[in-house]
């Protein structure tokens, strides 16, 4: 199983910004799907999670500006940033809970980081 992040790069505050992420591989079934962000120095911080139905969650800095969203045909999860501020500079890593075929085992897999800059 992999997970493909994509969509980051450089942006003005105030800005948009909309990071993909697919899951694909030997996949039964995708469960919680998350959106992390780490930046030099600092412990990897949660910014916001979709569990397998609708339910969301977000850290308090990023409430009303950012949202999770996920398409389950795709195994993709979305994550729409807008009113981009310089604090949310960072690198950003998709994160799963997936249960693997055939075993039906549950892993947590990592995308690769994408780098947001939000910067004039």
């Known amino acids: 199983v992999q997970l493909q992040a994509s969509g980051g790069g450089l942006v003005q505050p105030g800005g948009s910004l909309r990071l993909s992420c697919t899951a694909s591989g030997s996949i039964f079934s995708v469960n919680t799907m998350s959106w992390y962000r780490q930046t030099p120095g600092k412990q990897r911080e949660l910014v916001a999670s979709?569990?397998?139905?609708?339910?969301?969650t977000y850290v308090d800095s990023v409430k009303g500006r950012f949202t999770i969203s996920r398409d389950n045909a795709k195994n993709t999860v979305y994550l729409q940033m807008s009113s981009l501020k310089p604090e949310d500079t960072a690198v950003y890593y998709c994160?799963?809970?997936?249960?693997?075929?055939?075993?039906?085992?549950?892993?947590?897999?990592w995308g690769q980081g994408t780098l947001v800059t939000v910067s004039s």
């Open positions: 994160n799963a809970n997936i249960n693997h075929a055939p075993s039906y085992r549950t892993y947590i897999y």
């Open positions: 979709i569990a397998s139905g609708v339910s969301t």
